[in-house]
Structures are given as structure tokens and as C-alpha cells.
């Protein structure tokens, strides 16, 4: 078990992200405009505005190209962690104005985004029911008291889980894809054994002045509406709050998105630089088994 130096990872990551974030901008610009249009799209052609009590011919359809705007998009962000990963790992030399590239990388690491989607549902799934039927028993003996701490100690442990195999699956998922040719599911549970406290810290001190930044600006933005939906929040029916919300948020969804843009080379500069420098460090100390000749 090899631990993660937490400080040469850091330093790694924010001299990689500013040292080349005109590079990072030049790989990425392109694909993250088809992700910001294709995130526009259901507020555009008003799906997220149907309900399924109007029309659920319209709303199920409407459902249907969210989901596949949402595949599209994943697939594009795979396009992104490929090039700018290369760039970190020292695979892909030199600046960029413009990148796209697809291949099989680029599609092996899409197909490990949906399956780790699919993981996560999974997981998430399984620890709802267990609460349900844990809550469902302490229910019948009469305690509910005791019902109702049950459940929350369930789903406070359940999402503990769900964020530890978050971690441990999904850090070195991008380098160990572009650098060993695999999903690198198990290769990468393997390496950062030990290393989720250090992984976890790393991940907060390189994200938090982004997150903080574009959290503020969003907050700026629309603000002011949340503050008068929360006022009469109280006299309005479910259905209408949300009604109220998704406006809210189409009305805003431009610069929202803008602000999103802005803030993404220099989050994906710090997230794939950390995780391109820490599997360079602990695959160095326990390589790839060679593959049997056939």
C-alpha cells in the first residue's frame, strides 16, 4: 500500500493548471461549447417546463431527450479528460488553439463514466430499500422514535459508502484510461488503497476556491429571485414552486452556463492534474501486470 504525498500533488495540480491553462483553454473550448448548448437544450425547446399531468405523451419525450442530451454531454466531457490528461501525464506535448479528437480512449473512458453512473445508481438504490425495510420493521414494533434515527444513521452511513467508492473508483478512472488502454476500475481501487482521507483532502483544497467562486456568482445571479420565491414559498403548492423554480432557473440558464465555462479550465486543470500526478506517483511503485502473449 503506497500513500499519496497530498502537498507535491497539490503543487502539481495549480502549477499545471495556471502554468497551462492557454493550452487547457485551446483542448477543451470546443467540446465545452457542444456541452453548454447541449445543456441549454431542454430549457430551449421548454422540456423541462412539461409536466406529465398536461401531456405524457409530450413529457415522456421531452424525458427522452433530456437523457440523451445528458449521454451526449458525457461523452464530450470524456473527450476532455482525454486531451487534458494527456497534456498532464507529459503524453501530448506543446500548445493548442483547437482539440477534438475521438478514438478508442475517448470511447473507453465514456463507457467507464456511464458504468460508474450505473454503479452509483446501483448503490444509491441499495441503500434506500435497506433503510425502507430497516424503517418498515422498527415501524411495527411501535417505536417510531427509534424508526426515525434508525433512518437517518442508515442514509448517513449509506451516502458515506456511496461517496467512498465515489472516490476510490472514479480518481484514477481518466489517467489510468489514457495511459494503460483499460476501464481501470480495479486497477485504480487497487492503487488508491489507503489513500482516501488524502485523496478527499486533495480534491477539497483544489476545488474549493473554483467552487467557491462560481457558487458566489451563481448566487449573485439569481439570488434575488430565490429570495422572493423563498418568501411566498410557504402559500404556494408543491407543483407551483417548482413551476416557479424552473422558470427561475431557464431565465438564468445563459449566463449560468457562462459562468460555468469560465470556471471549467481552471476546475479541470486542478481535478486532472492532481489525479494525472498522483497515478504517475503510485503506478510508479506498482506497475501494470504484463499482459500474456497469445
Aim: charged share 10%.
Amino acid at each position: 500500500m503506497n500513500k499519496l504525498p497530498a502537498g507535491p500533488t497539490i503543487r502539481f495540480a495549480y502549477s499545471f493548471a495556471f502554468g497551462q491553462l492557454g493550452t487547457i483553454i485551446g483542448l477543451i473550448w470546443a467540446p465545452m461549447v457542444v456541452i453548454a448548448v447541449l445543456r441549454f437544450l431542454p430549457y430551449g425547446l421548454g422540456d423541462t417546463a412539461l409536466s406529465p399531468d398536461q401531456n405524457l405523451a409530450a413529457f415522456n419525450a421531452a424525458q427522452l431527450r433530456i437523457v440523451v442530451f445528458g449521454l451526449a454531454s458525457l461523452f464530450f466531457y470524456a473527450c476532455v479528460c482525454v486531451s487534458v490528461t494527456q497534456q498532464a501525464l507529459g503524453l501530448r506535448k506543446g500548445t493548442a488553439i483547437f482539440h477534438f479528437a475521438v478514438g478508442r480512449t475517448e470511447l473507453r473512458l465514456w463507457s467507464g463514466f456511464m458504468l460508474l453512473t450505473l454503479i452509483l445508481g446501483a448503490l444509491l438504490v441499495g441503500v434506500v430499500l435497506a433503510t425502507d425495510g430497516v424503517v418498515m420493521l422498527l415501524a411495527r414494533s411501535g417505536n417510531a422514535a427509534l424508526a426515525q434515527g434508525a433512518m437517518g444513521w442508515m442514509l448517513f452511513a449509506g451516502a458515506c459508502a456511496v461517496m467512498f467508492v465515489l472516490v476510490r473508483l472514479s480518481f484514477l478512472l481518466v489517467p489510468i484510461s489514457v495511459a494503460e488502454g483499460t476501464m481501470g476500475f480495479e486497477r485504480g481501487w487497487r492503487l488508491t488503497s489507503g489513500n482516501f482521507w488524502r485523496i478527499s483532502g486533495i480534491l477539497f483544497v483544489v476545488t474549493l476556491p473554483v467552487v467557491i467562486v462560481t457558487v458566489g456568482g451563481i448566487i449573485g445571479l439569481i439570488g434575488e429571485d430565490l429570495a422572493k420565491l423563498a418568501a411566498v414559498a410557504p402559500k404556494l403548492t408543491q407543483e407551483v414552486l417548482q413551476n416557479r423554480m424552473q422558470v427561475i432557473l431557464g431565465h438564468h440558464m445563459p449566463m449560468m452556463i457562462g459562468i460555468d465555462l469560465i470556471a471549467a479550465p481552471f476546475l479541470l486543470g486542478l481535478t486532472l492534474g492532481a489525479s494525472a500526478f498522483a497515478y504517475k506517483t503510485l503506478a510508479a511503485a506498482s506497475p501494470p501486470p504484463l499482459k500474456a502473449k497469445s
